[in-house]
């Protein structure tokens, strides 16, 4: 299985700031991966596949690269409503597989 | 609008099987093939299987085979997972979703199943 580190496992930063969360890959996956939203109580939701295209209706100050083994993620100016957890997932191969998350708080 | 609508929450005791669905509207049914994934309490996501409701074709992660099976019903435009000898760490949130191109765009709400004696 390709396994996915994340990190940092959280952070707490400010309004404005700008968020970098990595994630590498255990192995090769091309550009196949996508990062997902997820706050409390509520299903995940897609904000960029394929490491840097940007999903229908969501905001412009989310960015992603990468390919091969390494990622990034990027908030170029954190806003309140942005407070939640962000999961990567590759789909290169199967059993697809998550990073463990990166919990982002309000300082 | 495209909308997946998943069954209630559960209470199982050890030993048990839990059958969740996930009723799909606002596309083609067949069109795109189901993933299920959970969430056990305060814990990450983790993928469990995907199903092509067309052909019927599944494919399960290591960690749950033979003990999950995805099935759906063209009928009604609904996807199944049902999951046996259930124990304690199966309490979670499962989830079915989507899978368009790779991406989970469309995810269903949620069904808690807790296993508990």
């Known amino acids: 299985d390709i396994q996915m580190t994340q990190s940092p496992s959280s952070l707490s930063t400010s309004v404005g700031d700008r968020v970098t969360i990595t994630c590498q890959a255990s192995?090769?996956?091309?550009?196949?991966l996508n990062w997902y939203q997820q706050k409390p109580g509520k299903a995940p939701k897609l904000l960029m596949y394929?490491?840097?295209n940007l999903e229908t209706g969501v905001p412009s100050r989310f960015s992603g690269s990468g390919s091969g083994t390494d990622f990034t993620f990027t908030i170029s100016s954190l806003q309140p409503e942005d407070i939640a957890t962000y999961y990567c997932?590759?789909?290169?191969?199967?059993?697809?597989?998550f990073g463990q998350g990166t919990k982002v708080e309000i300082k | 609008q495209v909308q997946l609508v998943q069954s209630g929450a559960e209470v199982k005791k050890p030993g048990a099987s839990v059958k969740v669905s996930c009723k799909a509207s606002?596309?083609?049914?067949?069109?795109?093939?189901i993933n299920w994934v959970r969430q056990a309490p305060g814990q990450g996501l983790e993928w469990m299987g995907w199903?092509?409701?067309?052909?019927?074709?599944?494919g399960y992660a290591q960690k749950f085979q033979g003990r999950v099976t995805m099935t759906r019903n063209t009928s009604i435009s609904t996807a199944f997972m049902e999951l046996s000898s259930l124990r304690s760490e199966d309490t979670a949130v499962y989830y079915c979703?989507?899978?368009?191109?790779?991406?989970?765009?469309?995810w269903g709400q949620g069904t808690l199943v807790t296993v508990s004696s």
């Open positions: 979703a989507t899978d368009a191109l790779g991406g989970y765009v469309y």
């Open positions: 394929d490491a840097s």
């Open positions: 997932q590759q789909y290169d191969n199967f059993p697809r597989t």
């Open positions: 192995q090769g996956i091309n550009n196949h």
């Open positions: 606002g596309y083609t049914f067949t069109s795109y093939d």
């Open positions: 199903m092509n409701p067309n052909s019927g074709n599944t």
